[in-house]
């Protein structure tokens, strides 16, 4: 597989490359991941089963999306394939530090620039990708309440049926979805999509940069309200983020819709007491 991944390389940046070195990095929840390097060059590396191909395909589209609004540093994807019986990607190695005051404030900055990228095509992307493993699907939809309903609740419902999950409210939920966001019309805007605190990193040089992404175009208030769902981002990133973009009222309650989504994929991937979070989460919304 290493060299095939080195030829990758070497013919994707016109550059002699060879796997000199390799080291396993941890963190991430799904792939393997490693720094590899050679020539004074280093890459940042994932793998899973050959299965995976359109996991990783669709992971450097959205690299790609977040790279292309030119508004916070997303990893460079060199491309991905198969080697032997593995899929890989591979994108630019990031030295990432640990990042004081003023980056997380300039991160909160970049994610409100990312959020003021819009599409008229309405909530959804041009193509589906995975949130974790799960697929998520992103049909261009001009309602976000059909959208979020129909394409991120209902969707991870089902799944979590199928996986033995019993929600028991779940269809008065489903119902009152459209009601819950009455009065609220945000802009389509372009969101990382998976906005947990592994996810987002100071750069060595001090710089936020954004990494792992499900991009759609949604909610704004989805990134946000991901940050809280496992133990929040430095106070400086929402200070950041409020100055640049202050938070539309009601923010609070719609949070805790759209982190049931994270919920139950969390349920879909690893079982476990998310069922009875999700199960709380949704009396209260329903309360
Ligand atoms: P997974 O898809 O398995 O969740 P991630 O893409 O989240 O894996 O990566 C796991 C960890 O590797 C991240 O939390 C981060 O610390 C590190 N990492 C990710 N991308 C890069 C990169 N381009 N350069 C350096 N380190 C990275």
Known sequence: MWPEIAQHIS???????????????????????????????????????????????????????IADSKTVLAPRPLGCGVAGNVAYIVM????????????????????????????SQGFGWHQDNTIGATPQKNPWTADWAEFFRDHRLAYQFRLAQRRGGSFP?????????????????????????????????????????LLDPAVYYGDREVDL???????????AFYRGYNDAHPLDKGYEQRKVLYNLYHILNHFNLFGGSYQSQAQRMIARLLS
């Not at 720094?35 to 690299?63: C, H, P, V, W």
């Not at 630019?92 to 599409?119: F, K, P, Q």
């Not at 309200?225 to 106070?235: D, L, Q, R, S």
């Open 225 to 235: 309200g991901m940050t809280e769902v496992f133990g929040g981002f430095p106070a």
């Open 92 to 119: 630019d190695w990031i030295d990432l530090g640990g990042g004081g005051t003023a980056a997380w404030e300039a991160m909160g900055h970049s994610l409100a620039a990312m959020h003021r990228v819009t599409n």
């Open 169 to 209: 409210q779940q269809d008065e939920l489903l119902a009152a979805v459209p009601q819950l966001l009455a009065g609220h019309y945000p802009e389509p805007a372009l969101v990382h999509g998976d906005l947990w605190s592994g996810n987002a990193a100071i750069s060595a040089e001090g710089e936020p940069v």
């Open 11 to 65: 013919r994707v940046t016109g550059s002699p490359f060879e796997v000199q070195q390799r080291r396993s990095v941890g963190g991430g929840s799904i792939n393997q991941a490693y720094q590899i390097s050679g020539y004074d060059r280093s890459y940042f590396l994932k793998t899973n089963q050959a299965s995976q191909l359109a996991m990783f395909e669709q992971e450097a589209l959205g690299l790609k999306e």
